[in-house]
């Protein structure tokens, strides 16, 4: 199966400079960021105009795309300083902005000529509603997560042809519809529609009866407790094929507020992934590889979300508060010397002479065990165990700079 009739925009998150790098260096086509107001994600360290600066040089010269967040639900208050920052940002080469609120929507259609992109904050789930924000401007429309794929090859025939549809194909799926969420306000004061969710629905919950005040009484979704509004994460790699059928022009990865490992890694899998689709190689063996690469970080477990109608809870719902981890990042490559035929590696968790590593590079994973570790003034080490520290290791086969090592967690033996 091949896809050749356009170019699939492969959209990944970029909370921060590094996480950006990572998802440009594995294969990203753009990347989406914030900046210190008006974005959804004030977990992740965000960009200020100056970063923002040589984040745009840095993607253009690979001839990647940046859009800048300006998502939230917005206040009166928010409105001070918007026009100024949206001129700002068009006149620093900002592709695109990503918009939820029509207040904001008005202020950046009369300010400036920036590409408008509809968050998925508004909920568009049905062709009027998309066609409507189409006929106001907007350029793209990235549809609710609740939408099946039937609906969305419907919009598709609906709508202008000219109007781009962008879909999340992976990460965290929230409760609540398209994400608007009054729980972490009610429950903490952190308003999750103005970027500061706290994951209420990820925390365990139990019954209290009126009169019995301090008696707990779980409702028992299996012995470690109950988390009856806790999703698995989202992943739609298998489906590429069907979502670029039923016209959808951007595949959306959530995570600014993961680690750079996280999106280089999920960037690398579907990398790979629409590199199949598009040279004629996609096969069911090419999918598990890269189901099996994401695996190798930290997720939850996963679920096609709405694809293919109302999941319920056995397909989304997640018991339990922890991640799945059974690989560590040790390191990540900051320079190959070919004519010592060795690398640097920065070190991020410790690892020694002996153990058996893999690296993460653009389109392959290399396997080797780790034969001398050496500090850069030339001492042999037994273990490179300082955080941040550069270390010289010989080199495991054809590599880059940017590229990501990482070992499988010790397992317990079985019994």
């Not at 070190?347 to 993460?360: I, T």
Request: charged letters at 25%.
């Amino acid at each position: 199966m091949s896809c050749n009739k356009q170019k699939i925009e492969l959209l990944a998150p970029a909370g921060d400079e590094e996480k950006l790098r990572s998802a440009l260096h594995f294969g990203a086509d753009a990347v989406y960021l914030a900046l210190e107001r008006y974005g959804l994600r004030t977990a992740s360290r965000n960009f200020s105009l100056v970063s923002l600066a040589k984040a745009l040089e840095y993607a253009h010269e690979r001839e990647a795309k940046v859009y800048v967040t300006l998502n939230i639900l917005a206040h009166e208050t928010d409105f001070d300083g918007l026009a100024e920052t949206a001129k700002t940002l068009e006149k620093m080469g900002v592709d695109a902005v990503i918009v939820s609120d029509a207040g904001v929507f008005q202020v950046v259609r009369e300010e400036t000529s920036l590409p408008i992109h509809i968050s998925t904050q508004a909920s568009l789930m049905n062709a009027r509603s998309v066609q409507f924000w189409g006929d106001q401007g907007a350029n793209r429309v990235v549809l609710a997560r609740e939408l099946s794929l039937s609906e969305i090859g419907t919009i598709r025939k609906q709508i202008d042809p000219k109007l781009e549809l962008e879909c999340f194909v992976h990460g965290a799926m929230c409760i609540s519809v398209s994400g608007r969420c009054l729980l972490s306000n009610y429950m903490t004061g952190r308003d999750a529609n103005r970027g500061d969710c706290a994951q209420a629905c990820r925390w365990k919950y139990a019954l209290m009866e009126e009169t019995r005040p301090g008696e707990y009484f779980p409702i028992e979704e299996e012995e470690r407790g109950t988390f009856i509004m806790n999703s698995k994460d989202l992943c739609l790699l298998p489906y590429l094929p069907e979502l670029l059928a039923n016209g959808i022009g951007s595949l959306k990865i959530e995570g600014r507020v993961k680690s750079a490992y996280y999106v280089g890694t999920v960037v690398h899998a579907y990398r790979m992934a629409l590199d199949a689709l598009e040279n004629g190689s996609w096969s069911e063996d090419l999918v598990a590889y890269c189901l099996k690469e994401i695996q190798k970080t930290s997720h939850r477990a996963l679920t096609t979300g709405f694809l293919f109608g109302t999941p319920g809870a056995e397909g989304q719902n997640y018991a339990s508060t922890s991640y799945i981890q059974e690989y560590d990042f040790v390191g990540i490559v900051t320079a190959v010397h070919e004519e010592k035929n060795t690398i640097s590696v920065e070190v991020r968790n410790a690892f020694s002479v002996g153990d058996a590593l893999e690296m993460m590079t653009v389109g392959k994973t290399l396997f080797w065990n780790v034969s001398a570790i050496f500090a850069e003034n030339g001492e042999a080490l037994e273990r490179a165990k300082t955080p941040k520290s550069i270390v010289i290791l010989p080199k495991p086969g054809d590599c880059s700079a940017g590229d990501m090592v990482r070992r499988a967690k010790q397992r317990e033996p079985e019994f």
